[in-house]
């Protein structure tokens, strides 16, 4: 039989239980990362409001200083202060094929790879897979130059992406189009990876220190 939901009395069904209180939840009653809007898996609304009430002087104090940083991610400016300490982004391109005929014989398969954006790698950071069984791991991650739209975006998880190096290129790590998985980043990633940019920024010795 399966699980209802055990919040609030609610009973409609189950589409996870959380890992703190032990209790399924339904989807009005799962909790949200609040960066990305990505559900949590595994934890329920009331147990993300219980943490945020036992939260400190100290955590608020830290909260503020995150908003900040997080400003200056989504706002554009931290692309703006690379270019302004002269470190140039890495090209982003993708492979697209195609078909080209020929007199005779079967058509020719040819790949080329189009630069379609730019990045800077600023180091490995965590994103969870939310599959059947969310999966948490490390991976490179490069700040956009210009997002989809472009700056100012919603959220920081809109202004990075996944990718990999290959030959001195970058080329973005996306879902595929087809599937259950949506790849989200951490929000506890946030704060670092702010401060990956502030220290690739401090590499250039012509930027004045802030």
Not at 16 to 41: D, L
Not at 123 to 128: A, D, L, V
Not at 157 to 164: D, Y
């Amino acid at each position: 039989m399966a699980a209802e939901c055990a919040i609030d009395g609610c009973a409609v069904l189950a589409i996870g239980r959380c890992r703190e209180c032990g209790r399924a939840f339904c989807m009005s009653h799962q909790a949200h990362n609040e960066v990305t809007g990505g559900g949590y898996a595994a934890l329920c609304i009331q147990c993300l409001e219980r943490r945020r009430r036992v939260r400190g002087r100290g955590d608020d104090r830290a909260d503020a200083a995150a908003a900040t940083e997080r400003g200056w991610v989504t706002s554009g400016q931290a692309a703006l202060d690379l270019y302004a300490a002269g470190i140039a982004p890495v090209s982003v391109v993708e492979r697209r094929s195609r078909f080209v005929k020929q007199r005779f014989g079967r058509p020719r398969e040819e790949i080329d790879e189009v630069e379609v954006g730019a990045l800077w790698v600023i180091g490995r950071f965590e994103w969870t897979e939310m599959q059947e069984i969310p999966e948490t791991r490390e991976w490179t991650t490069g700040l956009l130059a210009q997002p989809s739209g472009g700056y100012p975006v919603s959220m920081v998880a809109r202004a990075v992406a996944r990718c990999k190096i290959v030959g001195g290129l970058a080329m973005l790590i996306r879902d595929a189009p087809y599937g259950d998985s949506f790849t989200q980043l951490e929000r506890r990633e946030i704060p670092r990876i702010a401060a990956a940019i502030r220290a690739l920024i401090a590499t250039s010795a012509d930027y004045p220190a802030r």
